[in-house]
Structures are given as structure tokens and as C-alpha cells.
């Protein structure tokens, strides 16, 4: 079985430039999720999106980023304009869904995108 | 605001020894925790997952949960050079389908 498939893995561009990374779930995963992770750093929650719909947006910073699953499988995170501090590796992660797992909902990580803004 | 806490090492053990890895978390609502692993430069893996007190064994991994002490562990047995790698702690109160709050991680080195 295929896993998250994320690309680009690697992105340099520089700052007031635009950028987006996509990302394919796991074949039959409902949920779908971007995390970003700073170096040293645990993932830290952007998105969650149950088939299209967005139910929790409230760590993105919206004045420069967005997102969209618009068909419920593939996603696009997008930051314009990119800022120095946005460096980092954006993580894709995709789950069956709480109401398929329950308790035991396991979010499966795609290789990431390893963003450098100069 | 949740907080997961972990101690980000370096964890230094012989080959061959217990590797015992902590963590802590604030919201008491939490219902679901996992430990996933994640080597330099790749992306998190999945170790286990454990949402009743207790202990949970899978091959050489043992999780425990302690929920009155809000605390999880994660020790590893005959540890091999690798199992080297920073572990991720990550907790959620909805089941594993909400975002997921991680700790640091801890850095762990097996020492051959």
C-alpha cells in the first residue's frame, strides 16, 4: 500500500515569493492533516480537514497561508508571501478518521517538504 | 493551552540495556497517546499507541499510561544501535483523528 506521498521534498526560494506543497493521503483516509516542524522541534498542527471540510484551521496563519482539499483526497498548502521564519519541513499526515478508528485513529506522515526561504 | 513535555536528551544507553523514555501532558481531557519515531531528517513513524492504563507491550516496546499522574512512558528492551533516533510523545482528547500535540522529543543514542 502506498503511503502519504508529499512534493516537493525540497523547496528553496526567496522571501515575498510565493509557495506551495502538495500532498495524496493514504488511499481511503478521510483525514487529512499539515503539520509544520521546526529543527528540534515536535510537528505542530496547521490543518485538519474531515473529506473536504476544514474543522480545524485555528493554528494557520491565514494573513499568508491557505489551504484546500477541494475533492476530499489530494491537498495544497499554500504561504504567499513567504517569510525567513517560515523555513521548516511542512509534514502531510493523512487517518481513517475518528469515526472509522475511534480511540485508535492513527495519523500515518508523509516524507515532508523541507521548505528554506533565504 | 496543552502541553506535552519530554526531556530532549541526549539519552545515552548500552547496547543491549532498557531505554526508558518519558513524557508528561497537561490536558487531562487527553484521551489517546502515541510514540512515534523519527530519525535524522526523515519523517515521523509510528511506534505504538496506548489510551487505557496500563501497560501495552508490542515486540520489544512497552508503553505505560498513567493518567492520575498525567504521565506516559515508553521503554525499550535489548536496545540496538538502531533504535537510535529523537522520540516523538503526542497526545490527543478526540481519539487519534485530532491534531495531535507533541512533545519535543527526546534524543536517543544507543551506544554499541
Known amino acids: 500500500e502506498a503511503g502519504v506521498v508529499q512534493s516537493p521534498r525540497y523547496k528553496i526560494i526567496e522571501k515575498k515569493q510565493p509557495v506551495a506543497f502538495w500532498c495524496n493521503p493514504i488511499?481511503?483516509?478521510?483525514?487529512l492533516y499539515w503539520y509544520l516542524q521546526n529543527l528540534g522541534q515536535g510537528p505542530e498542527l496547521l490543518i485538519r480537514?474531515?473529506?473536504?471540510?476544514?474543522?480545524?484551521d485555528s493554528q494557520l496563519p491565514k494573513d499568508r497561508f491557505s489551504a484546500e482539499r477541494l475533492k476530499g483526497v489530494d491537498s495544497t498548502l499554500k504561504i504567499q508571501p513567504a517569510e525567513l521564519g517560515d523555513s521548516a519541513v511542512y509534514l502531510c499526515?493523512?487517518?481513517?478518521?475518528?469515526?472509522?478508528?475511534?480511540?485508535?485513529?492513527?495519523?500515518?506522515f508523509g516524507p515532508g517538504t523541507r521548505l528554506t526561504v533565504l | 493551552q496543552k502541553e506535552v513535555e519530554q526531556n530532549s536528551g541526549p539519552l545515552s544507553v548500552p547496547e543491549g540495556a532498557i531505554a526508558s523514555l518519558n513524557c508528561t501532558y497537561s490536558?487531562?481531557?487527553?484521551?489517546?497517546f502515541f510514540w512515534y519515531r523519527q530519525y535524522s531528517g526523515k519523517s515521523p513513524e509510528l511506534i505504538m499507541f496506548?489510551?487505557?492504563?496500563g501497560d501495552k507491550e508490542d515486540g520489544r516496546f512497552t508503553a505505560q499510561l498513567n493518567k492520575a499522574s498525567q504521565y506516559v512512558s515508553l521503554l525499550i528492551r535489548d536496545s540496538q544501535p538502531s533504535d537510535s533516533a529523537t522520540y516523538l510523545c503526542?497526545?490527543?482528547?478526540?481519539?487519534?483523528?485530532?491534531?495531535?500535540?507533541f512533545g519535543k522529543g527526546t534524543h536517543l543514542i544507543i551506544q554499541p
Open positions: 499526515a493523512s487517518s481513517l478518521g475518528l469515526f472509522t478508528s475511534g480511540l485508535t485513529d492513527t495519523q500515518y
Open positions: 480537514y474531515e473529506n473536504e471540510e476544514a474543522v480545524d
Open positions: 488511499s481511503g483516509h478521510n483525514t
Open positions: 503526542a497526545v490527543t482528547t478526540g481519539g487519534g483523528a485530532d491534531g495531535l500535540t
Open positions: 496506548i489510551y487505557s492504563n
Open positions: 490536558d487531562r481531557g487527553s484521551q489517546s
